[in-house]
C-alpha cells in the first residue's frame, strides 16, 4: 500500500482545498507536506500473532475510493454560550493565530498512511474554542456523509479553567450506494483545570470503512473524557487516546459497541501518564452477533517520572453468535513502581442461569436475552455522563436487538 | 530444618557464577554456522541419515527466515551474532552417551557439578538426574524401579541411536517444527544432547526426573533438546535447572522442548533458569495435551541478559488441561520477556495462567501471553493472572495478552495488577522487629509462594536463595 503511485492524488487537489477554505501558508504547507509524506508512511499499527493478523486494512484501495474534490455533507452544528463553534474558514479567519498554535500539536499529522490521508484532504470539520473561565452547556455536532468520501477534522481548544461537552453524531445519508471512506481525526488540547468530555456516536452506513483518531492533552488539573459508541460501518478502526502530561490530571474513556453481520471493528483505547498524581479509567463493553468480529487493544502507559499514578481498565465482550469472535489484547506498560494498575478483560456468552431465571418468570427466550444484552452495557452507560448520548446509544442497541 | 536440606544450604549460589573451568574439549566446530558446521556435528554423533537430512532442512529454514525485530517491546537481539557462537563442544570424555557413575566422569566435571549439588540431588532421591556440560550429556542415571517398569531417561543423542522409531516420529516433527521461529530453526540445525524421557502406559514416576544444563566456555552457544512423551495415563514430573558463569563475552542458549501428553496422562516441566547475565536465553517449549490430559508449567526467570520464552501449550483432545505457572525477575541489565500461549482446538478444554514478575534496578520485565480458542472449542474456559511487583522506578514492568477467542460458548477472563511493595506491609513487619530488608523478602517470598510450593523442597529452598541473593543490598 505505502508504496503506490497517488496517481489520483495531486498538489493541485489539495491546493484548491486550502484555497476554497481561505487557509494560510502555513496549512497549505502541512497539508502538502503530509501528501507528499504518504509513499514514506506504514498503515495504522495492527495487532499481529504468529499466522494472523487481526484486522486487514489493505481490504480497501483508499486512493481510488477516495475524491477529495467531491465531498458532501450535512453538517448540524449547536452551539452553547460563550463557546464558538465554526467550520473551518470562519475559524481560520477569526482565530487563525489559535489554530496555528494547536493545530498538529496533539495529533501527529504524518503518524500513519490514513492519518496523513486524513490531514492532506481534510475539509470537513469543527473548530471549537471555550475562552478561559467559560463553563459551557452542550456543544451538538451532527455530521451526515453525502459523498464517497469524507475527511473530517475537528480541534478542540479548552482554555484555563474552562469547561464543555461535545456530543458528535456520524451518520450516512440516503441516497448513498457502494463503498464509503469515513475519516476522521480529532484533536483536543484541554487546558490548566479545564475539562473537556467528547461523545461521540458511530452510526455510518453498513458498507463504509470509517477511520478515527482521537487524541486530547491534558494539562495540570484538566480532564479529558472520551466516550465512543460504534454501532454502524462495515470495518471500523478507530485509536482513542488522552495524554496525561499536567499533575493531577484525569482521563476516562468509555467506549460500547454492537456488531453484527459482518461487522469488524478494531478499537483502541490508550492513556499515557506522564505528569504525577493522574488518573486513568477505561471501560469498554461489546456485543457481537452474526459474523461480527471484534479488536480491542487498550494500553495503559505510565512514565519513569509518574509518581503516584492510578490507572484502571476493563473490557467485556459478549458474544450471542457461533460465527462471531472477539480478540482483544489490554496491555499495561508501567515504568514507575509509585503506581497502582489493574486491568481485566472477560469474553462469554448470555449466562444460562440468568435466561433461565428470567423465562422461568414467564418472559419468552429471546426478549429475555435482549434484556440480558441491554443490562450488560449497563456498567457502561453508568459511566456516561450525557443523558442525551445515552438515549441515543440506548435506542440504537434496542433497534438492532429487535432488527 | 532437616538434614536433607542442609547441602542446599551449604551450595554458595554466587560461587556458581564466580567459578569456571579451564576449558577442555575433545571437539570443537569452527566459530559460526554452515552447512559443513551441521555435517561435521552429525557425523561426530555418528547419526542416522534422516537426522542429517532434518537439520539441513533446518539449517536452511533458518538462513531464510528473519531475526525478530519487531514485537512491541522486546529484548534487543542485535548482539546476538550467530557467527560469533561456537555451537558445539563436546566435552574430553571417553565414554560417549554418558558416565553411568559419578565417580567415572573427570574431575574438573565432578567438581563442576558438586558446586551445584548435583550429586547430592540425586541422593535425595530424584528419580534420575542428566547433566549436561558444554553440548554433551556426561551424567546420566534412572534408579533402577523405574528402568524395569519400561521407563526411559537418556541423553539425546543415545535416544537417536537406541530409540530412532520413537525419536524420528516426534522429534521436531509436530510440537516444534524448525519453522516455528527462528531460532527454533537454528536449534534444529545445530541442536546436541538434552534429554529423552519415556513412560509407558498407566505408569508413574512418582519422584521427579532431573536435568542440569552449564555452558562453561566462553562464546557458547547451549542447543539442547528435551523430547518427552507419556503414554496413556501415565504420570511424570521433569525438571530442568540452568547456569553458567559469567564471561564478557555472551552466550546463547536456544532450546527446545517437545512434550507429548497422552490421554488422561500428567506431565509436569519445571524449569528453574539461572544462566549468567550475559546469557541470550530463546528458547521454544511446546506440549500437545490429548484428550483428558493435563500439562503443567512451572518456570522461574531468574538469570540471562535476556529472555523470550514462551511454554506453550496445545489442547488437542476434549477434556484437557493446562497449568502454568511462570515468575520472571529480572535486575539490572535484564530483559525477562516471557509469559504462556495456549491454543484451545477442542471442546471442554481448560486453562489457567499464574503470571508474577519483579524487577528492579532498571530490569524490565514483561508478560507476553496468548490465548487461542478455536471455533467449535465449546466450553472451554481459560483464566489467565498477571501480577507485578516494582521496585524503583528505573525498572519497566509491561503486560501484553493476547486473546483470540472464535467460539461463544466460553469462559474467558484475564486479569493483571502491577504495584509496589505495600508501605503498610513493609511497616507492620518492622513492627514485628524485622528490618526493612528482611521485611520485604520476606515480602517478596510470599508474592511468589505459588511457584515455590509447586516445586520440590530443594528447588523451592533455590528459588528462594536466588532471590534473596538477587535482593541482597538493593533495597532501600
Request: proline fraction near 3%.
Amino acid at each position: 500500500m505505502s508504496t503506490q503511485v497517488h496517481a489520483n492524488l495531486t498538489e493541485e487537489q489539495v491546493t484548491q482545498i486550502s484555497e476554497e477554505l481561505g487557509e494560510p501558508e502555513w496549512l497549505l504547507e502541512t497539508r502538502l507536506d503530509a501528501l507528499s509524506a504518504l509513499g514514506d508512511l506504514d498503515m495504522p499499527e495492527v495487532i499481529r500473532t504468529p499466522g494472523r493478523d487481526w484486522t486487514n486494512l489493505d481490504a480497501l484501495d483508499y486512493e481510488t475510493l477516495v475524491d477529495p474534490l467531491d465531498w458532501e455533507q450535512e453538517k448540524d452544528r449547536v452551539d452553547a454560550e460563550g463557546v464558538d463553534v465554526l467550520s473551518w474558514s470562519d475559524a481560520l479567519a477569526e482565530h487563525g493565530d489559535l489554530i496555528e498554535d494547536h493545530f498538529g500539536s496533539v495529533v501527529d499529522p504524518q503518524r500513519d498512511y490514513l492519518t496523513a490521508l486524513s490531514t492532506a484532504l481534510f475539509s470537513a470539520g469543527t473548530v471549537i474554542y471555550v475562552p478561559e473561565g467559560v463553563d459551557a452547556e452542550d456543544v451538538k455536532i451532527r455530521t451526515t456523509m453525502n459523498s464517497r468520501s469524507l475527511f473530517n477534522y475537528t480541534l478542540v481548544v479548552a482554555e484555563e479553567s474552562s469547561s464543555v461537552t461535545i456530543l458528535e453524531r456520524q451518520t450516512t445519508g440516503e441516497q448513498l450506494d457502494g463503498e464509503q471512506y469515513y475519516s476522521g481525526v480529532v484533536e483536543v488540547a484541554a487546558g490548566e483545570n479545564s475539562f473537556v468530555q467528547y461523545g461521540a456516536l458511530q452510526n455510518l452506513a453498513e458498507d463504509s470503512y470509517n477511520f478515527q483518531v482521537k487524541r486530547g492533552h491534558a494539562d495540570t488539573y484538566a480532564t479529558v473524557d472520551w466516550i465512543e459508541g460504534n454501532i454502524g460501518s462495515r470495518l471500523t478502526k478507530t485509536s482513542v487516546e488522552t495524554r496525561l502530561l499536567g499533575d493531577s490530571s484525569e482521563s476516562k474513556i468509555v467506549g460500547a459497541f454492537f456488531g453484527h453481520e459482518d461487522q469488524h471493528f478494531d478499537l483502541g483505547s490508550r492513556v499515557w501518564h506522564e505528569g504525577e498524581h493522574t488518573t486513568a479509567d477505561l471501560v469498554t463493553r461489546g456485543v457481537l452477533d452474526d459474523a461480527a468480529r471484534s479488536v480491542y487493544e487498550g494500553v495503559q502507559d505510565v512514565g519513569r517520572e509518574a509518581w503516584d499514578t492510578n490507572s484502571y481498565q476493563r473490557e467485556n465482550t459478549l458474544m450471542l453468535s457461533e460465527e462471531s469472535e472477539a480478540d482483544a489484547s489490554p496491555k499495561l506498560i508501567i515504568n514507575n513502581h509509585d503506581t497502582e494498575a489493574s486491568h481485566s478483560a472477560t469474553v462469554g456468552q448470555v449466562d444460562a442461569e440468568d435466561l433461565f431465571y428470567m423465562t422461568s418468570r414467564g418472559v419468552d427466550p429471546e426478549s429475555a436475552e435482549n434484556m440480558l444484552v441491554e443490562g450488560f452495557f449497563q456498567p457502561v452507560f453508568e459511566e456516561i455522563a450525557v443523558d442525551e448520548l445515552l438515549e441515543d446509544l440506548d435506542d440504537l442497541i434496542v433497534e438492532r436487538l429487535q432488527a | 530444618m532437616s538434614s536433607d536440606q542442609d547441602h542446599l544450604e551449604e551450595t554458595d549460589t554466587e560461587a556458581r557464577f564466580e567459578f569456571k573451568k579451564e576449558e577442555k574439549s575433545a571437539f570443537e566446530t569452527e566459530k559460526g554456522l554452515t552447512e559443513e558446521t551441521v555435517r561435521l556435528i552429525s557425523e561426530d554423533k555418528d547419526e542416522p541419515e534422516w537426522m542429517l537430512e532434518r537439520r539441513l532442512r533446518a539449517l536452511e529454514q533458518f538462513q531464510q527466515m528473519p531475526m525478530p525485530t519487531d514485537w512491541p517491546g522486546q529484548p534487543d537481539l542485535s548482539e546476538v551474532d550467530i557467527d560469533e557462537i561456537v555451537p558445539y563442544i563436546r566435552p574430553d570424555i571417553e565414554t560417549r552417551g554418558g558416565a553411568e557413575n559419578w565417580e567415572d566422569l573427570p574431575e574438573e566435571i565432578q567438581d563442576t557439578f558438586d558446586k551445584l549439588g548435583i550429586p547430592e540431588a540425586e541422593k535425595n532421591a530424584l528419580s534420575g538426574v542428566g547433566a549436561q556440560y558444554e553440548s554433551e550429556i556426561v551424567y546420566q542415571n534412572m534408579q533402577e524401579q523405574w528402568e524395569e517398569q519400561g521407563v526411559i531417561f537418556c541423553d539425546m543423542d543415545k535416544a537417536v541411536q537406541e530409540h530412532e522409531e520413537l525419536v524420528k516420529e516426534h522429534f521436531m516433527t509436530k510440537a516444534v517444527p524448525p519453522s516455528d521461529n527462528k531460532f527454533a530453526a537454528l536449534h534444529g540445525a545445530i541442536w546436541s544432547g538434552g534429554s529423552f524421557v519415556y513412560v509407558p502406559e498407566d505408569t508413574s514416576v512418582d519422584m521427579p526426573v532431573q536435568a542440569y544444563f552449564r555452558m562453561n566456555s566462553e562464546g557458547m552457544g547451549q542447543f539442547e533438546h528435551t523430547l518427552i512423551i507419556a503414554e496413556e495415563n501415565s504420570e511424570v514430573h521433569y525438571i530442568e535447572g540452568c547456569s553458567a558463569p559469567k564471561y564478557s563475552a555472551f552466550n546463547l542458549h536456544s532450546g527446545g522442548v517437545e512434550v507429548f501428553v497422552g490421554e488422561n496422562a500428567h506431565v509436569q516441566y519445571s524449569t528453574v533458569q539461572n544462566w549468567s547475565k550475559n546469557t541470550y536465553n530463546l528458547n521454544t517449549k511446546r506440549a500437545i495435551a490429548e484428550e483428558d490430559a493435563t500439562m503443567e508449567w512451572v518456570s522461574g526467570s531468574m538469570g540471562s541478559k535476556a529472555t523470550m520464552l514462551y511454554p506453550s501449550t496445545v489442547l488437542k483432545g476434549p477434556g484437557a488441561t493446562d497449568n502454568h505457572i511462570t515468575i520472571a525477575m529480572a535486575g539490572e541489565g535484564q530483559n525477562i520477556d516471557t509469559g504462556a500461549k495456549v491454543y484451545h482446538n477442542a471442546p471442554d478444554t481448560k486453562s489457567t495462567i499464574e503470571s508474577k514478575s519483579i524487577s528492579k534496578d532498571g530490569g524490565r520485565t514483561n508478560y507476553r501471553g496468548l490465548v487461542h480458542i478455536a471455533d467449535g472449542a465449546e466450553n472451554a474456559s481459560t483464566s489467565v493472572e498477571c501480577d507485578a511487583l516494582m521496585f524503583d522506578n528505573e525498572s519497566t514492568s509491561d503486560t501484553m495478552p493476547y486473546m483470540e477467542i472464535q467460539e461463544n460458548k466460553v469462559d474467558v477472563a484475564h486479569e493483571a495488577t502491577v504495584g509496589k511493595i505495600g508501605d503498610e506491609d513493609v511497616f507492620y513487619l518492622q513492627s514485628r522487629g524485622l528490618d526493612d530488608d528482611d521485611a520485604k523478602q520476606m515480602i517478596v517470598a510470599g508474592f511468589i509462594e505459588p511457584l515455590t510450593e509447586e516445586l520440590p523442597i530443594e528447588y523451592a529452598v533455590e528459588m528462594n536463595r536466588l532471590i534473596e541473593l538477587e535482593m541482597e543490598g538493593s533495597l532501600g
